[in-house]
Structures are given as C-alpha cells and as structure tokens.
C-alpha cells in the first residue's frame, strides 16, 4: 500500500509524508540589481497578499531567513492554511551586481566611449537589432541621452561666452559663469538620467559587454558555488518539484547554472524535479559577443538530451527583452529540431492599462518587472507567476 504524498523518501512500498515538506521550491535569480533580497522578499510578500486577497485562499509569508555559509541562498516559505507549500530561495549575486556598479559620472562617459565604440562600429547595433530592433534602440539610449546632455551644455556655455562678448565683461567672469554651469547643468543632467532609468540601463549593458568580452570569472566562480549549494540542499531536504527562475539579466545567469547543475550531477540528483523557467530574457544581448565562448557551451550542454523543461516567457510590450527569440539562433547554434526553450508572448501592457505608445515608453522600467506580479485573470494575458508558483 501507497500513501498519497510529496516526500521522496521510501520506506518499503511505504512513501513516508512530511507536512513540513516543501511541495514546490523555487531557486530565484534577479537581473542586474543591487537592491538584493530585501526589495525581492517585499515585492513578492505583496504579490502574495494580492493573490490571497483576490482569491480568498489562506497563504502566509514567513520570515526570510540566511542558509549555509557566506549568505549565498536567502528563504522564505509560503504556507497555505498552516500546511507547508513553496519554498522561496532567493540565489545570491547581488553583490557582484554591486562590485560592478560604478558611481562615477566620469567612470561612466569613459567606458561609454569605448562600449560604444564596438556598439556602432564593431558590429553590437546590427547583430543585436536582427533580433529586435526594440532592444537595440534600448541599447542607443544612454548614449543618445548622454550626447544630447554634452551638447546642451556646449550651448548653454557658447552662448554665455556670446553674451560675454557683447556686453565686455571681464573674461574672468565669463570663464567662471561657464564653468559653475558646466557643473550645475552637468549635476542635473545626472540626476534626471538615473530619475529616468538612463544610468541603471547603462550600467546593465556595460556588465552584459563585459561579460561578452569573456571578462566574467566572479559570476562564474559564484555560479558554480551556488550550484554545490543547491544540490546539498536538495539531496538533504528534496521538494517534489524544482524550479530555477531568472528574471531579466538573471535569465543568462541561470542558463550559465542550470549547466554547472548538469556538470555537478544534477541529471541523477534532480532528475524528474527540476525545470527552468526564464521571464523578460536578453540571453541574446551576451549570446551575440563571439568571445562568450563559455556561455555558448552553457547553451550547448543544455540542448543535450535529456532536456531541461524550460519555458521562456517574454513580451512585445516589453523593449528591454529579446520577445520570441530563440538564444540558439541569436549566437549562432546549431538550431534545434524541436523548439528550445518553449517561448510563451504575452501582452503586458494591458496589465497596467496602457494604451498609447508614449505610456508605453514612458513605463518601460516597470513593466520590465511586470513579469513577478500577479494580476486579475482577464488582465494576466495567460500568465500569472505567483499563482503557478502557488498553484496546489
């Protein structure tokens, strides 16, 4: 005799059930984005709340806690009337986001011009635009901001040179007037563009560059670390189900792990368990440098039989992702006989009502993070990732 269950330990014929067993953990790894886990656990802790006040059903948050050494995995269970459901683990790279996170306004300009460089002329702007011109507009935009701030404040001085001239004040005067506004004007041309998104984008493109150009031995080293801690985890205290969830540039990182899982013996530990799910992807914008050479092998391992599950779940209303593209055609694999990933469009912009296409522009940011909210049924367009995640 058989009772029904979730546990995976067997004791005879009988399955040994454990209501303190996680039904469901979820392995999470956000994009590009040094707020860590305290914005993550607040985001989905509220999605949670709507969901529960939505549906009438008794889910609870608990508290985030820190496992194993060095913080690399933080959890947080979901319980559903008292009984345990899904197992939140927030996987640790924030730190290396913030390693990689200049501050400097003269750090920023220098490396712009050398990033841009090979963006306009080594090829970055048409490779990148085959697959979405959206994207690769996106990828203008720091530049195009950054040009146009310049030439403003080349004007302005111009033109208080000009009056200087007509009026004979003393040069000394005119010289300190364009020097307090080239720091004025240049201190608020600063602040509107991180008001604007403009600095974090480029920040974002700058790391995703670096990566390409085979400059990523910290993620690498972290990957393969996180990927150790997760299978000790699942060989001691296995959930029926897996999950590895990344969100935008987390959607390269978790490609880059869920191949050191398969390195490290995964297919035997996990097999049956574990399956990928990627929302708001731009694996193309690091699969396009030739030089990713490590991250292409990444890819080719994952295409290897037995396969993954893996779900791509992108928009068209979303500029800041790669919508329907497969990432073995964007860095030159080999294409697959049968579509891989699966690739699922939605329409996000109806989550938010927005029905132009200067709102549209106007909100990119955050619909970027549309991906990790829950939303009434007539407005998820299909997809709602806090009720699969929750889902009984």
């Not at 790894?29 to 969901?51: C, I, N, T």
Request: glycine fraction near 10%.
């Amino acid at each position: 005799m058989k009772q029904a269950g979730h546990d995976h330990g067997v004791s005879g014929d009988v399955v040994i059930v454990d209501p303190d067993r996680p039904r469901r953990r979820v392995y999470f790894l956000s994009g590009f984005d040094p707020r860590g886990v305290g914005f993550y656990y607040r985001l989905f802790a509220e999605q949670v709340r709507q969901l529960e006040r939505r549906s009438g059903r008794g889910l609870r948050v608990g508290h985030r806690r820190n496992d194993f050494l060095n913080r690399l995995i933080s959890r947080w269970q979901v319980r559903e009337d008292g009984a345990s459901g899904v197992d939140f683990c927030f996987l640790h790279w924030d730190d290396i986001a913030r390693a990689h996170w200049p501050r400097s306004p003269l750090v920023l300009l220098w490396e712009g011009l050398v990033m841009y460089g090979w963006y306009l002329l080594g090829g970055g702007y048409r490779k990148i635009r085959r697959w979405s011109p959206q994207v690769a507009l996106c990828g203008l935009y720091p530049g195009l901001y950054g040009l146009l701030s310049l030439a403003a404040l080349a004007l302005t001085c111009a033109v208080v040179g000009m009056l200087g001239g007509l009026t004979s004040a003393p040069a000394e005067l005119v010289l300190g007037l364009q020097m307090l506004w080239l720091l004025v004007g240049g201190w608020q041309a600063w602040r509107l563009a991180e008001a604007l998104g403009v600095v974090w984008l480029f920040r974002s493109i700058r790391f995703t560059h670096r990566l390409g150009q085979a400059r990523d031995r910290d993620l690498r080293q972290r990957v393969g670390e996180l990927a150790g801690r997760i299978l000790v985890l699942e060989a001691g205290d296995p959930a029926a189900q897996v999950w590895l969830v990344g969100h935008s540039s987390g959607s390269f990182v978790m490609a880059m792990l869920a191949a050191e899982l398969r390195r490290q013996g995964a297919d035997e530990v996990l097999a049956g368990r574990l399956q990928l799910l990627s929302l708001g992807q731009n694996l193309a914008n690091l699969a396009v440098h030739s030089q990713a050479q490590s991250f292409h092998a990444d890819l080719a391992l994952l295409a290897q039989e037995p396969r993954l599950p893996w779900r791509d779940v992108t928009s068209r209303d979303d500029y800041l992702c790669f919508a329907a593209v497969d990432p073995y055609r964007s860095c030159g694999l080999p294409c697959l006989e049968v579509p891989y990933p699966e690739l699922q469009l939605i329409p996000l912009a109806q989550r938010q009502g927005l029905t132009s296409l200067g709102a549209l522009l106007s909100h990119q940011f955050d619909l970027h993070f549309e991906y990790l909210r829950t939303a009434k049924p007539e407005h998820s367009g299909g997809f709602d990732l806090i009720e699969e995640l929750l889902v009984p």
